[in-house]
């Protein structure tokens, strides 16, 4: 027959079973890692890079492996700011965005080759935007912003694509003179924005003037115009009356007939007319006289021509013949 255990052989079993199943536990779970989503994890094995392990549930070898560190592979942002002189004796701050990440497959190179990549990167760009700017004036570094960043993102996929670095963008987000400076380039722009005011304001005063002028010849022309279609109407209206007077048998002396009848006719058209603004008058102060003068004496002179000429005045010579002989 077995003896039985005794309470103190029980008590070493239970603790030794205990101890087992706590370093159990203590390989298991020093053996199973997770890897979370965009991240690499670098995996050595007795101080020697041994592998990359990927997003997901991974197994090393207990107190043999070693997750030394791990990486992110998301894209990452870095602020740069360099400071630095342009062509013109100009200081400036010039703010850098870089967007950069890891690489898939070239996670042990962008771990182990630079001790530092961040520093690495700052020195690029701080060497790169400084050789660009110092060949440009303050104005021209302003319009050539691209041409800058471009310049920095080609220089760092050069020189940092061998360390397993991927630069997806590179921003120069600012150019920052000094205050003082700043304020000058303010002042020059008001001066110019009043410049071109002025000038603008002058072109339109030209254009008023000009336009203001043409029309007034315009108005000149047309009135010379009428003027002229006036004096022509006129003179077809003298003819026209003539040729009915010589219809209707008067033959003496039309011309007076028109005569008085057109000035008739002008002062009429004036009296009926007060805001007529043409008016043919004579240019001297006698010059009244004389028109009214000048057609009295034609119509004296054309009635004594008529009365010679009519068979009532060619009979009284004779009748004063007559009384003579008697």
Known sequence: MSRPMGKDTRMILLSTVGIFLVLLILVATSSIFTVQTRQAAVIERMGKFHHVAHAGLNIKIPFVDKVRDRISLQVQQLDVMVETKTQDNVFVQIPVAVQYQVVE???REAYYLLSNHEQQIIA???????????????DESFSSKDDIARNVAESLRDNMAE???HFVNTLVTDIRPDSKVRDSMNAINAAQRERDAAVSQAEA????VVKEAEGAAEARRLQGRGVADQRKEIVEGIAAQYELLREAGIEESPEVLMLVSQYLDAMVDVAGNGGS????MPNNPGGMGELFDGMRNVLYSTQLSAAHKSPKTKRFPQQRDNTTKD
């Open 163 to 165: 360390y397993g670095w």
């Open 205 to 208: 005063e030209k254009i008023r």
């Open 105 to 107: 497959g070239r996670e």
């Open 277 to 280: 603004n043409v008016m043919f």
């Open 124 to 138: 690029y760009v701080q060497d790169n935007v400084r050789s660009s700017v110092a060949g440009m004036k303050l």
